[in-house]
């Protein structure tokens, strides 16, 4: 069942054909700011009404996981993350870009996404039943303190002021709760605004403070955008190839923190960028700049970003709850298709569970060829094209995107209003990266919270909720070294500098 | 922010309004939560304010005890910090204008319009006859590329001019 | 609603669908069928079960499109702007649409909503993880009682079905226990299923998608729902509750009359169709029918019901 019959049924030429196309579609889909993985799935859905059970999950699974290596495109070339799992990528991939690196930074994305596509596409072949328990140990303590810990992510980001950094990101924190709360159906913080009640969305949010500054400086001045070398250097596969052999553990780690947090219900790939990205930077060597163009930076996001979709699937084939946003809509799908997820999958539908998988492998696979390419493409037309050019298609581009996240003129006010607010903050140091980080992980951190409050008070023991569970400790500790690290790093240092002298 | 060669004097005095900023809203947000019918609503926002107004007032003390000084900007920077401001203001300007005109003039009209407006803001290199031709070619060729992309293959429902309906 | 009552509806209207197919031109293009909440959930799939029986009957396709937001404020605050020629029809959900502009100012009113069919509804249950301790109804009783406040049940969102049915049960049953609000059906079965509530108050169709993984105590409903035959209802065991999320469609307040009624009867159509019930019940939804010319008094019913239980759940001031 799970062997070759399954394997030998993904590599016909329909699902080869469907693996092909959903992943084209995907990236393409992904590299456009606003049109994010869980879209490119729900446009598809009523095609694959049509289509057997197998076929259906492959072509979905295909432009997911191209989806998510797509927004890496948008991310590099644009500041301006394609999907929101790809915002770690914007903070080491535009520098790159902008130094003229930016053709050896979009072959790095896709190698990153393949390795990190396959390991959570392994992970789902071989252990997807034990490690769907994972899925459920994680509690409402356990999130709340996951966002702390991403929370923590700031400090490190904060080149310049570590206070304007953290108020940035308190700022992000408070304006995620802008509209109607998840936790108590009350109106929050809309002043009586009726635009504002829908809240804030975070794509929007992402576009408006990304994009929207590069725009504004864009369009000031006469040089060109990003700075490209004289001679053409092709792919720069060679030297991608090295880069990422050294890099190994980078990517593994990254890579498998990606499969956990995927795993996680209600995490998806943003998540785990920025927590990858995170300890990529905690534990970065001497000559390792983060922040300023280090290709470590986009393998830690692009390899976690694409594991997610491996391990998403996981929580949501073996138990039918949704890992990631994407898969509650494959799961609506399965539904009509009349396929129960659960256990019994595994049991009754074995064959289709397989071929699906071994289809997502190659797939991914498939992914290194058409994305080497496709960057190829997006990176020489957004080069070529002239500045006078640019500035409308972008402009134009992240209108049209950030409407259709909800089909909504308000949201792109909101995201050009948020531009501005963003260009005006970034101009007196308050980085754009932490208010976002606040508001992604705010509803995470308040919903982990508020429930965990409710439980522990009903339970009677709430400094136990907090701080008695073992997943709740490890991530306490995590926290808490990785703030404190740089500062004894630093501290190391010295002391071994001031050695050195005697 | 890399320091490498030049200098400006550094005030910073944009960080403290935008701290003061920072406070009003916090304040802002904590009048709002006395509002809200259950009380779980409000601990996080309470919470989180009060945190903001802390960490903005520490940014404002920062910059009452940090007054003199210069900080260095590379060359890269400070040719960015230039630039022309009436070209900012104006995309800015025709995006919102956009934006809220869509739903008027439908958005196909909208889009080609701001596209050509945005095309002439965006222009610093002269405009030769060849570019005068192929640009706005290219231009709405893109709109129209995306157009169709997303209103027929992905059956976005963009909105139709209610002035045209 | 029993059954023979439903299936005599359906006949009605069958019977004056037929009659008047001919009597108005629509559809004439696709219509617009907007959901107010994201992709993946309950509204979204019966949607999506609707697409390809409207494509067969009528000839037409059904286009899907989202529009979340404020729990589905965002949607029906602008279903009115909508042109009102039938092609675009918005889904509608109760209790939502009757608290929500009771408790706050959310851009619409009950009344701005013009329903032409409700077409099924999600009854509420309690659900337990196959491995818990209580085998039935009573087993939770008597634990609340003896443990006032430390029953948790997790539960779909504050104000919600899910909500209001635990306020209520608590009350009828003198009980007081605890309810921990997630952020939709997907986290509080995941919740459930970790362990975190000994409990949840979740739906019929949650329990379908949980399989072998939960068991349901009991079901608010006037009879036991087919899937699940050995599942007692809560009228059965002396508690007077049938409630759930009900779920339908509205149309913008511009659409003609004739329009409404043929929307109505198509719908009706769909929902008599057996092949279509059958993947409904299947997933877990039972099936209702209140088309156009009784949405009146159906809404003031449970309108009434409602917010009675807000009010005395604390959630209505």
Redesign the interface.
Known sequence: MSGLEALLAALTPLNLLLALAGVVAGAAIGAIPGLTATMAVAVLVPFTFGMPPAPALILMGAIYTGAIYGGAYSAILLNTPGTPSAIATTLDGYPMARRGDGDLAMTLACLASVVGGLIGALALLTLAPPLSRVALAFGPVEYFWLAIFGLSLISALSEGSLLKGLAGGAFGLLVSCIGVAEVSADVRLTFGSQTLVGGINVVAALIGMFCIPVLIDLVATPGRHLNVVAEPRGFRLAEAVRVLIQKKFNLIRSSVVGTVVGILPGAGGSVAGIVAYSEARRTARPGEQYGKGEPGGIIASESANNATVGGGFIPTLVLGIPGTPPDAVILGALLVQGLRTGPSLFTDHGDIVYTFIWGLLIATILMLPIGLLLGRYAYKSIITLPKALLVPSVAFMTMIGTYAIRNSVSDVVIMIVLGVIGWVLGRFGFAAAPIVLGLILGPIAEQGFVQAWTIGSAQGDLAGMFFGRPISMAIIAFTIFSLASPILMRRWKLKAEAAHVE | ??NDSGTTPAS?A??A???AL?VI??A??VW??YS???F??A???RT??A??IL??L??LV?WLFQRAGYVSVSPAEA??N????P??I???IV??A???A??WLG?LIT?II???V??V?????PWTPGRIVV?PI??LA??VG??FL?AKL??????AGRWF? | MTRGRRFTLGLAAIATAALTATAVAYPTKSVDYIIPFGPGGESDITARLQQPFFNEKFGQDLVVSYKPGGGGAVGWAELNKHTGDGHTIMGVNLPHIVLQPAQKNVGYTTEDLTVVYWFHFTPDAIVVKADSPYKTLQDLLDDAKKNPGKVTFSGSGKGTANHLAQVRFDKMAGIKTTYVAFAGTGPSNTALLGGQTTAAWGYTTSAAALGDQARILAVAMEERHPKYPDVPTFKELGFDLVSGAYRGIAVPKSTPEDIRKKLSEMIGQINADPEFQKKMLDGGFAMLDVPYEKNAEFMKARSTEFIEAAKEGGILK
Not at chain 2, 82 to 85: E, L
Not at chain 2, 154 to 159: H, Q, R
């Open positions: 922010m890399s910073d944009g960080a309004i935008v701290a920072l809203f916090g802002a947000a709002d939560t809200y019918f259950d779980d609503s601990v996080f926002p989180v304010a945190v903001l960490l903005a520490g940014v920062r040719a960015e230039g630039g022309s401001w070209r900012r104006a995309l800015v995006m919102l956009a934006a809220l869509m739903p958005f889009a701001s596209f050509g945005l095309l803001i965006a222009m610093h290199d640009y290219v231009g893109i709109v995306f157009y997303f992905l059956m976005v429902p963009l909105p309906v």
